[in-house]
């Protein structure tokens, strides 16, 4: 299979790093910023043709699979751009931005002969994926989810996009902590309402969107949520379920506890990118190619991603009102 990646910057080289780790032919990369793709070409890629017009590499070069890692706001227009191609799409999360471009990106899905999947890579850590399985014949009482992580003013100026609500579509809900909401929405079902307050305690100066937000989500298994980006320094995201046959589960990235007894510890894996993203990249890209080389349908598609994204623009929304998701 031949791929392409679209954006070089800092996760588009991870997924070329691990492309190139499973052996898997990248035959073009795109970013209006040649620099970055020749520095990636270099290290991983060798044998691909650059590109700085991502429709142009589209017609082209045709790949098997595209990997989209560019800015938020690029997502839609792209996913949909391969989708009516019939190339498979690898997007970064998160799936879009703004809730009209949901329903083009489904309906795009809908009419392509080609597979989208999100990179909502955390449900493929071995925590998270045990987690999964034990809570199949348990009743969940509440849950509570949360993200302390530290971001300062130099991150934000690192790239244009960052830090603006066109762009980026929000602060630390959408970006950072999209993962753990996405987490705590596999464990306990799609939410029906939410009430939230969004701020910017530390960052107003810098960013125009939320540094911190918390949340009170509704439905048959309710939870809470908390992020920030103001914390001193990154913390593992963790979260709590309650049971009804009163077991209170502690999830955190590489341990999940039990009643404080520790029920499962993650084993050693190599990470090929921060610290902070896991090694679920590299089992996500696998399974992505494995579906596509199969037909096999891969899980976390547009619907699937589509539900996080609903949870996180309704939170937005809500400013201190209960609202639907
Ligand atoms: N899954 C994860 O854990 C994870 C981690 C980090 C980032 N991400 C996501 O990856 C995406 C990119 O984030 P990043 O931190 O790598 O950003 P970045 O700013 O470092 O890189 C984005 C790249 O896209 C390029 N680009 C911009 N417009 C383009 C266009 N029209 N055509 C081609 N290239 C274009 C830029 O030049 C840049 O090189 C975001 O959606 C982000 O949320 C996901």
């Avoid at 999209?178 to 939410?191: A, I, K, R, S, Y």
């Amino acid at each position: 299979m031949r791929s392409a990646i679209i954006g070089l910057g800092v996760i588009g080289k991870v997924h070329a790093k691990v492309l190139s780790s499973q052996q898997k032919m990248v035959a073009a990369l795109c970013d209006i910023d040649i620099g970055a793709a020749e520095r990636v070409r270099e290290q991983f890629a060798p044998d691909a043709v650059i590109y700085s017009d991502y429709r142009l590499m589209l017609d082209e070069i045709k790949p098997d699979v595209v990997h989209i890692c560019t800015p938020h706001y690029l997502h839609a227009e792209m996913v949909i751009a391969a989708l009516d191609r019939g190339i498979n799409v690898l997007c970064e999360k998160p799936l879009c931005i703004r809730r009209e471009d949901i329903g083009r990106i489904l309906d795009a899905e809908s009419r392509s002969t080609a597979q989208l999947g999100v990179c909502q890579q955390n449900r493929y850590l071995e925590v998270n994926e045990f987690v999964k399985e034990y809570l199949a014949d348990k009743k969940i009482v509440g849950a509570h989810g949360s993200v302390a992580w530290s971001r300062d003013a130099d991150y934000y100026n690192s790239a244009e996009w960052r830090g603006t609500q066109d762009q980026e579509g929000g602060g630390v809900l959408i970006n950072q902590a999209l993962h753990t909401l996405d987490l705590v929405q596999w464990f306990c079902g799609e939410p029906t309402e939410v009430v939230a307050s969004k701020d910017a305690l530390m960052l107003g100066d810098v960013i125009e969107v939320e540094d911190t937000l918390s949340a009170r989500y509704f439905g048959e298994n309710p939870f809470s949520f908390f992020a920030t980006n103001c914390a001193p320094c990154g913390f593992p995201v963790q979260i709590n379920i309650l049971l009804s046959n009163k077991e209170k589960l502690t999830v955190l990235p590489s341990v999940l506890l039990i009643n404080d007894e520790v029920k499962l510890r993650k084993g050693q894996k190599q990470v090929l990118g921060k610290a902070c993203y896991g090694n679920g990249h590299e089992a996500l890209i696998d399974d992505f190619y494995d579906c596509v080389a199969t037909g096999r349908h891969f899980t976390i598609d547009g619907a699937e991603a589509a539900k996080v994204v609903r949870m996180i623009l309704a939170a937005y929304e809500s400013n201190g009102e209960r609202v639907s998701v």
